[in-house]
């Protein structure tokens, strides 16, 4: 719910509820929170991609074989799988595994960010402009 607040320059403006929580949040909690979303976007977007390479993985498709021991067409490669996995399961197949992967990067991101921007703000004040990491 919209409410009243006063701008530097006195001027009184409605503000969303999350630019009232982003003005009474300390910085430290607002990058924690930015790291864990992004690590639950990112696992969403490369969910696909991860259950294609353990599928990979388990068929033995990244090893180099004779002619005789490939596999076939439909198998073979990043689409023939992603097709494989989408016919036979669809989106759901897509995003088996999301769960533990969000359980992972959660909370890594989470304290990457964190920790990221406090070491770079405490590394700049011990030796000044010219820390770059």
Known sequence: MPYDHHD???NVEAASSMEYAAAHCSVDFIR????AI???ASSIVTCPLDVIKI???AQGGFRRGTTSSRLSFTNRGLLGVGREVWL???LKGMYQGL???VLAYFPRWAIFFATYHRSHEVFQIWFGKFIHF
Do not use: M, R
């Open 8 to 10: 530097t320059l006195g």
């Open 32 to 35: 924690t929170f930015a790291g």
């Open 88 to 90: 036979e399961k669809g």
């Open 99 to 101: 769960g533990p992967s």
């Open 38 to 40: 992004s690590g639950i």
């Open 55 to 57: 599928k990979l993985q």
